[in-house]
């Protein structure tokens, strides 16, 4: 059964960092392209940021660019999301997903996905 | 940045059938994904690649896609079914992985 797992949420005051992790199990974690993809309260679905199998490739929404990085760790099967900067509106659900490829592309769509640890940006 | 345009709400009585739209310039040439959502849950893969169904999802999701709009079809509507639905495509844009706004499916 696969299973993603994210941690690392919490209260954070604006400016300060935060870093988010998923723990993915059931499936082969370096087969496939992982991603974070976020909710704010009561909003839709913004996609944040990918990552290819072996890192190779990796893309980021403009709303996070230069402050956010994504990583992984292959031997741990865990997924990373490091957040620098945080504003009041990177409040949300952070959802750690799976993509159905290996790479970060057009054929990108998410197959599982965890329940989510969410973030809020305030003083 | 691509834009996905959907409907804010639909509703529909039970056993009947229901179609969200989701629009886009000339759509047709990508390839959409839909996502089921129910409250305080994560949301699911209902349809991939425009018409294909994950195993598990019942025949009576389907999908379509043409010109410059895509359409999530669920046919005989259950009280289950209750739930948002996004749309989402891949653009080679700056924002490369878009949804829509989602779709609130009320089943009346």
């Known amino acids: 059964e696969v299973q993603l797992v994210e941690s690392g949420g919490g209260l954070v005051q604006p400016g300060r960092s935060l870093r988010l992790s998923c723990a993915a199990s059931g499936f082969t974690f370096d087969d496939y392209a992982m991603h974070w993809v976020r909710q704010a309260p009561g909003k839709g679905l913004e996609w944040v940021s990918g990552i290819s199998w072996n890192s190779g490739s990796i893309g980021y929404a403009d709303s996070v660019k230069g402050r956010f990085t994504i990583s992984r760790d292959n031997a741990k099967n865990s997924l990373y999301l490091q957040m620098n900067s945080l504003r009041a509106e990177d409040t949300a659900l952070y959802y750690c997903a799976k993509d159905r490829g290996s790479e970060v592309g057009s054929g990108s769509c998410y197959n599982y996905w965890g329940q989510g640890t969410l973030v809020t940006v305030s003083s | 940045s691509y834009v996905l345009t959907q409907p804010p709400s639909v509703s529909v009585a039970p056993g009947q059938t229901a179609r969200i739209t989701c629009g886009g310039n000339n759509i047709g040439s990508k390839s959409v994904h839909w996502y089921q959502q129910k409250p305080g849950q994560a949301p699911v893969l209902v349809v991939y690649?425009?018409?294909d169904r994950p195993s598990g999802i019942p025949e009576r999701f389907s999908g379509s896609n043409s010109g410059n709009t895509a359409t999530l079809t669920i046919s005989r509507v259950e009280a289950g079914d209750e739930a948002d639905y996004y749309c989402q495509v891949w653009d080679s844009s700056s924002d490369p992985v878009v949804f829509g706004g989602g779709t609130k499916l009320t089943v009346l």
């Open positions: 690649d425009d018409s």
